[in-house]
């Protein structure tokens, strides 16, 4: 099975391109930055006015293509989000269309979901979580693939592994934070009491991916290890103890030092966490998938790998040397992640 991967160089997509290697299907990456000097990969900017040329290209003779590439939380400098992710797709699902695909895989998120007080199935609707650019534009996606033939369509809850340390750590702690103190006894963690987070490692989802592709399945899947955690249980897993705080302070503080530059998360985010569906997998399960690693045990790893500075090459490698050259100095580190349509 001849498989094209685009955003192959992100947290997933490493994770992908080691099952499907393991799996001995031949994979082809797509991502704007790709290593030197290493063959099966091709350097594409999904949103470019060009790309669709270039995908063609790529997707020509392509057992299934797996469409990951998404800016989930880019700086200024970067292209924009919506510009990547809505355009992006619509060039990525053109292409594989006039190429003849018969399968494409797109990685949604249980973000598309609107707010429910329950766990909810794959027929919950797709409208999103106000105030959240990222759960808007993951909405947006759902209603770009609906009624699409040969495409699955997979929703998983939020995504960890150690080699994306260095990623996700610069998408959530201010350029000027000290790593190392994360998971230190004496760390207080600011959290509100009613949060609740499903998490699940980026193997588990890539086997999930390679599950569907091997069974040509078609459809919506929500990807999710349980048990939930909630603010007592993440706590001590991110510092030592938990320090409860309302989530309207913790909005305003996000806001007050994510627009002076201070750190990267936007109160959007908080309000994203606040109101995010709870999944049922059973759907998934029904396939044969089942996570192998814990979600307590998941996000501890990815936690000590922070700490430590660890990551892979390209968008996922650490970057401690010259943290602080991040700040902009009154000026955001990062897009808004505001409800941008």
């Not at 955003?7 to 030197?36: C, F, K, Y």
């Not at 590439?69 to 989000?81: D, K, L, N, R, S």
């Amino acid at each position: 099975m001849r498989v094209v991967v685009t955003g192959a160089s992100g947290n997933v997509g490493t994770a992908l391109r080691r099952v499907l290697a393991e799996a001995g299907d031949p994979v082809v990456g797509i991502a704007r930055r790709i290593p030197v000097g290493s063959p099966g990969w091709v350097s594409c900017d999904v949103g470019a006015p060009a790309a669709e040329v270039v995908l063609g290209r790529a997707f020509e003779g392509a057992d299934a293509v797996v469409h990951l590439a998404w800016a989930v939380q880019p700086t200024p400098g970067e292209p924009a989000m919506r510009r990547t992710n809505i355009t992006g797709t619509a060039h990525v699902l053109r292409a594989a269309e006039r190429a003849g695909v018969p399968h494409v895989v797109v990685l949604s998120s249980v973000a598309a979901y609107t707010p429910a007080p329950a766990p909810v199935d794959e027929s919950w609707p797709c409208g999103g979580v106000p105030g959240s650019a990222y759960s808007a534009q993951k909405a947006e996606l759902e209603r770009l693939v609906a009624g699409r033939p040969g495409v699955a369509v997979l929703r998983p809850c939020a995504i960890v592994q150690p080699d994306a340390a260095g990623e996700l750590g610069r998408w959530v702690l201010s350029p000027v934070a000290p790593v190392r103190v994360l998971g230190r006894r004496w760390l207080p963690v600011p959290l509100w009491r009613g949060l609740r987070a499903q998490v699940v490692h980026a193997e588990d989802v890539a086997r999930a991916i390679r599950v569907v592709l091997a069974r040509h399945a078609l459809g919506a899947f929500n990807v999710a290890a349980d048990p939930p955690l909630g603010a007592r249980e993440l706590a001590p897993l991110f510092g030592g103890f938990l320090v409860p705080v309302p989530l309207a302070l913790l909005r305003a503080a996000a806001w007050s030092t994510w627009r002076l530059g201070l750190q990267p998360v936007h109160p959007g985010w908080l309000r994203l966490a606040d109101q995010v569906s709870v999944v049922d997998s059973s759907r998934m399960r029904a396939l044969g998938w089942a996570p192998e690693h814990p979600p307590r045990e998941a996000l501890a790893e990815f936690v000590v790998a922070v700490a430590q500075g660890r990551g892979t090459w390209g968008p996922l490698a650490p970057r401690d040397v010259g943290r602080w050259h991040g700040l902009r100095f009154g000026r955001p580190v990062q897009q808004s992640q505001g409800d941008v349509r």
